[in-house]
């Protein structure tokens, strides 16, 4: 069964420091998101891509995040300068429609900025 | 925005009993409703999800009701089993997103 993986599963960083958090969706999928869940909080969305677009943000998503696909099987986040309080679970998941569509999510990484 | 309220955060049941889990969107343009199901270590896992424009679906020893006018949704697991600890999490949505519940820790009792 097809599925999504994300690498590293676990990235130590120091603050002020740039880290990329990989992912490969599934292959037919189009749609791909980014969500994070800092420990004991609700899990929280970062962001949509369509089409070489972000389609949608949260107030999360600011200067300081970016997203792209490199290719044509990875998806990647981007945090430039990293904050203590980036510190969380970061998953990726993907659809193959968009709106209301089923979203299959990746094991997660788990960011630990120090 | 949406806000999704999840009861309970924890629910202890015999094994072979019923477990209800419950939530509330507050957003009336919100439609569509996944369940997800985390284990230990691993992301969430799509179990079961239901749209605006039906009342109950159910797969298996699995069901998920809505009330549209109530703006609630709830899980049903019956015959629970020892694989079916973990944590359980509702959502909403009206577009891209997902907007979360918290989270309901199940605790199968043998």
């Known amino acids: 069964e097809p599925e999504v993986t994300q690498t590293p599963s676990h990235q130590v960083t120091q603050m002020g420091q740039e880290v990329i958090l990989r992912c490969v969706p599934i292959s037919n999928h189009l749609y791909f998101y980014w969500y994070r869940q800092i420990l004991g909080q609700k899990v929280e969305f970062l962001v949509s891509?369509?089409?070489?677009?972000?389609?949608?943000k949260s107030e999360i998503f600011d200067d300081q995040f970016s997203v792209e696909r490199p290719d044509g099987s990875n998806f990647t986040l981007k945090i430039r300068s990293t904050k203590l309080e980036d510190s969380a679970m970061y998953f990726c998941?993907?659809?193959?429609?968009?709106?209301?569509?089923?979203?299959?999510f990746g094991p997660g990484t788990r960011l630990t900025v120090t | 925005g949406e806000n999704v309220e999840q009861h309970p955060s924890t629910l202890s049941v015999q094994e072979g009993d019923s477990a209800v889990i419950k939530c509330t969107y507050s957003?009336?343009?919100?439609?569509?409703f996944p369940w997800y199901k985390q284990e230990l270590g691993k992301g969430p896992q799509l179990i079961i999800d239901?749209?605006?424009n039906v009342g109950e679906k159910k797969d298996q020893r699995i069901a998920v009701t809505l009330n549209k006018t109530a703006k609630h949704f709830s899980l049903h697991i019956t015959e629970t089993q020892p694989e079916d600890s973990a944590v359980y999490f509702c959502?909403?949505?009206?577009?891209?997103?997902?907007?979360w519940g918290a989270g309901t820790k199940l605790i199968i009792k043998p």
């Open positions: 239901i749209r605006s």
């Open positions: 891509f369509y089409n070489n677009e972000i389609s949608e």
């Open positions: 959502a909403a949505s009206s577009n891209y997103q997902l907007i």
């Open positions: 957003d009336s343009a919100s439609n569509y």
């Open positions: 998941a993907s659809s193959d429609l968009g709106q209301g569509s089923e979203q299959y």
